[in-house]
């Protein structure tokens, strides 16, 4: 039997799973909002690494959407195919929610500045498209508890969360021009 996309997106338990990954997200999103404060300096060092990380991919006016788009639909299909784990999508969503609630907190901490401004715009499109997407990835265990094809809740899930990923880099991308 055949599962079409409308059948995955109109599934309880799928439903429910990536209710519950986006719910995450925002938890530990606001934890970690929390915690920046009593771990300042650790939470700095962290964010850093994990910027100096991403803007080494890029050379100097290379267009990032590519790599965006690249980078954040290996994340997904990595956590797609490993969702039946549950610790693997607990682990990218969470970790996201933490970088999230820090970088808030940061910029927070600055007060209100061009860079700042900047910085939650960048935010926007992640929140609104590429964590619902990499929840919506994350989902595919959903047809192991439903006793449906996993390989077809993964293809088709998957299909999914790239065009949402589509459409956020290509929104990050406008806006990392506007920046420069």
């Known amino acids: ?39 300042r300096e650790e939470a700095r060092e962290l964010l850093q690494k994990t910027i100096a990380e991403k803007a080494e991919l890029l050379a100097p006016g290379e267009l990032a959407f590519p790599v965006i788009l690249a980078n954040n639909f290996l994340v997904a299909l990595f956590s797609s195919l490993l969702s039946a784990t549950i610790i693997v999508p607990v682990f990218v969503i969470s970790f996201n929610g933490a970088l999230v609630g820090s970088l808030v907190s940061a910029v927070l901490e600055r007060g209100p500045t061009e860079l700042t401004y900047t910085i939650y715009f960048l935010l926007a499109p992640h929140g609104a498209l590429e964590v619902p997407a990499l929840a919506l990835a994350s989902s595919a265990a959903a047809a192991l508890l439903g006793g449906r094809s996993y390989l077809s809740y993964v293809l088709r899930s998957s299909a999914l969360a790239f065009f949402m990923l589509l459409f956020a880099a290509l929104v990050e991308q406008a806006l990392i021009l506007m920046a420069r």
């Not at 996309?5 to 909002?33: E, H, N």
């Open 1 to 39: 039997m055949t599962v079409s996309l409308l059948d995955i997106v109109l599934d309880r338990t799928f439903v429910r799973i990536w209710i519950s990954l986006v719910m995450l997200f925002g938890l530990s999103s606001s934890l970690s909002s929390l915690a920046y404060f009593s771990f």
